[in-house]
């Protein structure tokens, strides 16, 4: 079974400039997360992609976007990139069970994405 | 709005040794489940543990047990025996529990962990 994958692994980038980030997720899993972490915080829930549409958002503004393909792989665009931006960007992925009862989704992370905007 | 808080930035034990790690949180949701996750060098977050606030039974996996305190919305980590591949950053994260709609996690500042040889 293929984990959390994430490419590219590094990314150094110039203010200003558009940023897409990729994410293969878990065999078997249809939810993606993502989460940003900046140095020495805890990741924050930038949003969260299920059956390809957007099933919800964290507080991050529009130029943070992203997709889910049918292969429930997706990407993370960051338009407009500030000195700010720069940080570890988290994939998970979860496969939701129980159908439509309250279910907590294990969610199981990739390596990340470091990204520096100079 | 949920908040996780991690009260001890770094922590630094003898290899052997008994460590616990802290953390509370505050949500007026009655119905949710905490975890802790650890994320050495290499940036893989993993999880170690997770516990549903449904259960009175404190979770146990292995070297690893938690102590929840639903009233005082306490979660603390504790490792036993520590070994030198438990140094890493731990983060405390909390979910709500969900019909339908995102399911986030929301994490705590984390606590970097040494174990020394």
């Known amino acids: 079974e293929t984990g959390v994958t994430q490419s590219p692994t590094h990314l150094i980038k110039t203010r200003g400039q558009q940023v897409t980030l990729r994410c293969s997720s878990q065999?078997?899993?249809?939810?993606v997360s993502w989460y940003q972490q900046a140095l020495g915080q805890g990741p924050q829930f930038i949003f969260q992609?299920?059956?390809?549409?957007?099933?919800g958002r964290g507080n991050f503004p529009p130029r943070f976007s992203g997709l889910q393909f049918p292969n429930y792989s997706s990407e993370l665009n960051v338009n407009a990139l500030e000195l700010d931006d720069s940080a570890l960007y988290l994939c998970?992925?979860?496969?939701?069970?129980?159908?439509?009862?309250?279910?907590?989704?294990?969610?199981?992370f990739g390596p990340g994405t470091r990204l520096t905007v100079l | 709005a949920q908040t996780v808080t991690q009260s001890q930035p770094e922590m630094s034990v003898q290899e052997a040794e008994t460590v616990t790690l802290s953390c509370t949180y505050d949500?007026?949701?009655?119905?949710?489940?905490l975890f802790w996750y650890k994320q050495p060098p290499s940036r893989q977050m993993i999880l170690v543990i997770r516990?549903?606030?449904?259960?009175?039974q404190n979770a146990t996996e292995n070297r690893f047990s938690v102590n929840f305190q639903k009233a005082a919305k306490s979660f603390s980590l504790k490792i036993s025996d520590s070994q030198l591949g438990d140094t890493a950053m731990y983060f405390c994260?909390?979910?709500?529990?969900?019909?339908?709609?995102?399911?986030?996690?929301?994490f705590g500042q984390g606590t970097r962990l040494t174990i020394n040889p």
């Open positions: 949500t007026s949701e009655n119905n949710y489940y």
């Open positions: 516990q549903e606030a449904y259960k009175q």
């Open positions: 994260a909390f979910m709500k529990q969900f019909v339908q709609g995102a399911q986030k996690l929301v």
């Open positions: 065999s078997g899993h249809n939810t």
């Open positions: 998970a992925s979860s496969f939701p069970r129980g159908g439509g009862r309250a279910v907590v989704n294990e969610q199981f």
């Open positions: 992609y299920y059956r390809e549409e957007e099933n």
